[in-house]
Antibody
Framework: EMQLVESGGGLVQPGGSLRLSCVASGFTLSTSSMNWVRQAPGKGLEWVSYISDSSNTIYYADSVKGRFTISRDNAENSLYLQMNSLRAEDTAVYYC???????????????WGQGTLVTVSS | DIQMTQSPSSLSASVGDRVTITCRASQSVSTYLNWYQQKPGKAPKVLIYAASSLQSGVPARVSGSGSGTDFTLTISGLQPEDFATYYCQQTYSRPHTFGQGTKLEIK
C-alpha cells in the first residue's frame, strides 16, 4: 500500500522558519513527481508547490514564491518543504501528495499524507 | 490562473437520495478534472480522475462527467459515509487550482 507520512509542523512566530518532511512507503519516490497542498483552518485546498521526479522541474504558488523551497532526497524516499519568512496567513495543515498519471496524460493527486499542522502566531 | 467554481457550496440530502455537484472552469481544462472527497480531520481522497474515471475502490454509485468547462459529480443512493466535503481540481495548467468545496450534509 502506498503511504505518505508528513512531519515537522508546529507553532512558529511570524518571520520564522520551519521544515516539513514527507516520507514515502509502498512505492519508489524517485520515480514520482510530488506536490505540497495546504488547507487553512475551515477553508479549502490550495496547491503550494510541485517537484518532478528528477527535481529538474519545480513550481510554486505565487503566495509562497521566494519564501518556500521544495526539495527531495530520493535515497531517503523523502520530500521536504523549507518554509521561511512565515506569515500568519501560512497557518494551515500541509499535505504532501503524489502525482498520478494516466496513459493519456491526465493527472491527479493520490495518495495524500495525513497532513501536518503549521501555526504561525506570536 | 484558471478559476474553478463549484455549486452549490452546501447541500442537504437524505440517505438514498441522488445528488449532483457542478464544477465550472473559467477556461477549458479538457478532461483534466478530478474530484476529491474530504471528511473532517482527514486528507482528501480522489474519487474521480480525468473527469469520468472511477478511482479503484470507489463505489460505482459515484460518477463524473463533462469536458471543457462544465463538469458534474453525481452520487446515487447516498450512504451515510458519503456525507463529506467534495472538491474539484483542474490539472490542465499550473497552478492546479481547486474549487471552493461543496459540503454535503445529512437532511
Amino acid at each position: 500500500e502506498m503511504q505518505l507520512v508528513e512531519s515537522g509542523g508546529g507553532l512558529v512566530q511570524p518571520g520564522g522558519s520551519l521544515r516539513l518532511s514527507c516520507v514515502a512507503s509502498g512505492f519508489t519516490l524517485s520515480t514520482s513527481s510530488m506536490n505540497w497542498v495546504r488547507q487553512a483552518p475551515g477553508k479549502g485546498l490550495e496547491w503550494v508547490s510541485y517537484i518532478s521526479d528528477s527535481s529538474n522541474t519545480i513550481y510554486y504558488a505565487d503566495s509562497v514564491k521566494g519564501r518556500f523551497t521544495i526539495s527531495r532526497d530520493n535515497a531517503e524516499n523523502s520530500l521536504y518543504l523549507q518554509m521561511n519568512s512565515l506569515r500568519a496567513e501560512d497557518t494551515a495543515v500541509y499535505y504532501c501528495a503524489k502525482k498520478s498519471r494516466s496513459a493519456r496524460g491526465e493527472n491527479w493527486f493520490d495518495p495524500w499524507g495525513q497532513g501536518t499542522l503549521v501555526t504561525v502566531s506570536s | 490562473d484558471i478559476q474553478m467554481t463549484q455549486s452549490p457550496s452546501s447541500l442537504s440530502a437524505s440517505v438514498g437520495d441522488r445528488v449532483t455537484i457542478t464544477c465550472r472552469a473559467s477556461q477549458s481544462v479538457s478532461t483534466y478534472l478530478n474530484w476529491y472527497q474530504q471528511k473532517p480531520g482527514k486528507a482528501p481522497k480522489v474519487l474521480i480522475y480525468a473527469a469520468s474515471s472511477l478511482q479503484s475502490g470507489v463505489p460505482a454509485r459515484v460518477s463524473g462527467s463533462g469536458s471543457g468547462t462544465d463538469f458534474t459529480l453525481t452520487i446515487s443512493g447516498l450512504q451515510p459515509e458519503d456525507f463529506a466535503t467534495y472538491y474539484c481540481q483542474q490539472t490542465y495548467s499550473r497552478p492546479h487550482t481547486f474549487g471552493q468545496g461543496t459540503k454535503l450534509e445529512i437532511k
